[in-house]
């Protein structure tokens, strides 16, 4: 059996993370698993005190603590025994990635580095499917009737979250959480840093990265997967 490729990708607020880790798991055979996807259906599906109490924190906005979000993380990894996979947005905190390489060697961990300006740009023009978390964005990848989902049809709303002050505050935390992990990961030498303004120029470039340490699948270097 081929040995399973583990990987995390970091980066801050409108990076581009959903969109990259969508070509990798899509190119690479990877699974993807999101963090905020799962603790968003943990909250949906899930009255349970752990369900309550997660969503008291993401209406707040706030970091789910470590013990709560790594207790059930954890369990959701060992779902994927046997399977190559791709983390985003855990680990987020040190405390989450010291719980994570307890259990996990990691063979590499991408670190996504855009301009704040350009990340301005992208929130400005940033469409989103509320019930399911479907991301748009007006130039990039447009849905195909304006204002509306794709697959539901339903309308696309603008996040307070993705206005320039709110942002920057955002940005701020990111930097400030991320880089005892960062600095974790670039000692373990597994920590990759792509930079750029555009998702399909540090694309090509990643890819050949991961097309040197894992096999493809669905090797189409530039194909982008639907959803
Ligand atoms: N690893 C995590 N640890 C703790 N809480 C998390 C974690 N991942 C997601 N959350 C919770 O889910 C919410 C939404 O996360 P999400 O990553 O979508 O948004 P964000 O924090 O604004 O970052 P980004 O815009 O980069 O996606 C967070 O505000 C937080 O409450
Ligand atoms: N204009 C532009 N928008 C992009 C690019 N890459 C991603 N986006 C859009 O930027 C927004 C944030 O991307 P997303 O992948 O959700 O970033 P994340 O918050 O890091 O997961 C979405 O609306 C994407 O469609 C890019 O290269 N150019």
């Not at 369990?75 to 996990?104: C, D, I, K, M, V």
């Not at 301009?115 to 469409?127: C, I, Y």
């Not at 303004?197 to 894992?214: E, H, Q, V």
Request: with cysteine.
């Amino acid at each position: 059996m081929a040995k399973l490729f583990r990987a995390v990708i970091m980066g801050p607020p409108g990076s581009g993370k959903g969109t990259i880790s969508k070509r990798i798991a899509h190119n690479f055979g990877l699974q993807y698993l999101s963090c905020a996807h799962f603790l968003q259906e943990l909250v949906a599906t899930n009255k349970t005190e752990a369900g309550v109490l997660v969503k008291s924190y993401i209406d707040k906005r706030m970091l789910v603590p470590d013990q709560v979000v790594t207790k059930l993380m954890l369990p959701r990894l060992e779902q994927l025994s046997g399977h190559s996979w791709l983390l985003e947005g855990f680990p987020r905190t040190l405390g989450q990635a010291q719980a994570l390489n307890e259990l996990y060697q990691l063979d590499m961990v991408i670190s996504l580095n855009v301009p704040f300006e350009t990340l301005r740009e992208r929130m400005s023009d940033k469409w989103i499917h509320p019930a399911s978390g479907r991301v748009y964005n007006m130039t990039f990848n447009p849905p195909r009737v304006k204002g509306k989902d794709d697959i539901t049809g339903e309308p696309l709303v603008q996040s307070e979250i993705d206005k320039p002050e709110a942002l920057m505050a955002r940005l701020r935390h990111y930097k400030d959480v991320a880089k005892p992990v960062l600095d974790l990961y670039k000692s373990q030498g597994i920590l990759h840093s792509f930079s750029g303004t555009d998702t399909d120029r540090i694309w090509p470039y990643m890819n050949s990265i991961l097309s040197a340490k894992l096999p493809t699948p669905n090797s189409e270097s530039h194909s982008t997967p639907t959803s």
